[in-house]
């Protein structure tokens, strides 16, 4: 993998939908189990990960190859369409593509859509997506091309190529965003250079020396698309970060790495309440920076939903009336190599002694960076500082201030009250 922007500035945009905008990937995991265990089969990792991002058919035939099932694909795919008809406008919007999607349109970046969707299934799953179809599909010069447009689907180049001819773009002048090998695969085959943001855990690996074909063209490999930063391509910056450049202090320098420096205020908020419980017992010994394990029942929901990264937002600890900033980690903390996915703030107040068993209830309002490794403990501390600095501003500015005064943060802590929520703003 290489950082360098190699020769070309890049001109325009080139998006996949599935797994890189729309959590569709979810909801075909679940049908594809019904489907194959009605033949008699359980659905495998390996049989999500060859048919990632391919046309239907194509994902049917590889599923049945690698399962060992006899019936035609064509008969899977039948099977499958009736449970995904009723479904697809429901696909979640993944954290960062409508920011990512808006800011590209406001800023006049050339961009436009490769996916192995058919048309009538991008039709469908865009039903209930007034904004994202109005900026993908029904803006003036808008290019979309789906997987019955082509004559070969990816991992061939075809979808990529035309998104390319459509925008009036040479393809080494296109950079491609996509989750699937398959995807990558084709992208690097067009010529392109392509960021690669996988959706299934554990994926990383496969753009690694493991898979030459799926790497070729890879330049970065990120875990959301908000950890996207248009600068890095020559393309014009976000500007919903905060504090607002002019408002940052001078010190401030190097805070957040989501996208360049701030902090992102989030589409949806996630509201968590909990009991305090113990966890690893190195927060406060190894790096001097204590860190509240909640209850995991409290925090399933929450990570299941946030793609990992540091967070800030606001915090309540039992009945105490005040709300205090915190600054949080959702993750596999790199560093210490963890087993879990775990949610851990650090609220920016001296408590003076622990609370555990205590409930806390935190509302997550902004992205701050993707998580890292480090090469030292001194580095990573460092690092978490300059979270708490960033995330400290960050909260004094509309829209994240107002969330201080959140009702969730609000509730009277009776038993009856939920033990998490979520919601959009
Ligand atoms: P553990 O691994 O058990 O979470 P830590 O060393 O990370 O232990 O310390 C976290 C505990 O420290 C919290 O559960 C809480 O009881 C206490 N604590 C005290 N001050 C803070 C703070 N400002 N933020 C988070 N936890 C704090
Ligand atoms: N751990 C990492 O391995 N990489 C990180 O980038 C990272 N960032 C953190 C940021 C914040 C604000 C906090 C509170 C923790 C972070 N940690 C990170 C987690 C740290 O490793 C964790 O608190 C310890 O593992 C203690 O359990
Ligand atoms: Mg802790």
Known sequence: MSLTLKTEPVGGIILDLDGLILDTETLCVEVAREVVSRHGKQLTLEAQRVALGKRPLECWADVAKVLGIEAPAEQLLAESE??????????PLLPGALRLVRHLAASRVSFGVATSTPRSTFVAKMSRKDELRGLLAER???????GDEVDRGKPHPDVFLEAARRLGLEA???????????GVEGAAAAGMRVVAVPSLVGMHSEYGTANPAASSGVVEILPSLLAFSPPTYGLPPFTDLLPPPAAASSDGEGGGGGGGGGV???DRVLRIRGKVVKGFGRGSKELGIPTANLDPAAVAAALAEAVTGIYAGWARLGSSPEVHKT????????????????LEPWILH???QSF???????VICGYVRPEANFSSLEALVERIHLDADVSRAALDCAPLAELRDDPFLRADLN??????????R
């Open 140 to 146: 003036p010069g808008a290019v979309v091309v789906c």
């Open 415 to 424: 038993p009856g009250s939920p033990a998490a929520e979520h919601s959009a």
């Open 356 to 362: 555990y068993g205590e409930t806390l209830s935190l």
């Open 172 to 182: 080494r002048r296109c950079l491609v965003l996509e989750d699937a090998p398959s």
């Open 327 to 342: 600054v949080l980690s959702i993750g596999w903390n790199p560093f210490f190599a963890n087993k879990e996915k775990t």
């Open 82 to 91: 009736p449970l995904l008809a009723a479904r697809w406008s429901d696909a």
């Open 264 to 266: 992102i205020p989030m």
């Open 350 to 352: 001296s408590f003076g």
